[in-house]
């Protein structure tokens, strides 16, 4: 079983850059692939970024560029660091483990969201 919590949302104008954080409990965090989604209102939760316990990357063409995904295996911890936010990038951003690729249902856990707003 696996726990996230994230962290580190906010407000931010357009143009700045935040940084999430979601820790993880479990003892084989280093093996799960962690992932980053986001749910504008009205919207379906969509991908924006993917790293495996070795490291491998993916990223969303929306944030490529922009967002770096992250992790840090002794803290059992994934980061999303996000610059030069617009507007379009407001949503509520969860993090997600045990997955394989960039759909929402091949993840087994979730953390419950971390609130992302970007002003104009």
């Known amino acids: 079983q696996v726990q996230l919590v994230e962290s580190g949302g906010g407000l931010v104008q357009t143009g700045g850059s935040l940084r999430l954080s979601c820790a993880a409990s479990?003892?084989?965090?280093?093996?799960?692939?962690m992932g980053w989604f986001r749910q504008a209102t009205g919207k379906e939760r969509e991908f924006v970024a993917r790293?495996?316990?070795?490291?491998?990357?993916r990223y969303a063409d929306s944030v490529k560029g922009r967002f770096t995904i992250s992790r840090d295996n002794a803290k059992k911890t994934v980061y999303l660091q996000m610059n030069s936010l617009a507007p379009e990038d407001t949503a509520v951003y969860y993090c997600?483990?045990?997955?394989?690729?960039?759909?929402?249902?091949?993840?087994?856990?979730w953390g419950q969201g971390t609130q992302v707003t970007v002003s104009s």
């Open positions: 997600a483990a045990d997955g394989i690729g960039t759909l929402p249902n091949e993840y087994d856990y």
């Open positions: 479990g003892r084989t965090f280093s093996t799960y692939t």
């Open positions: 790293i495996s316990g070795s490291g491998n990357t």
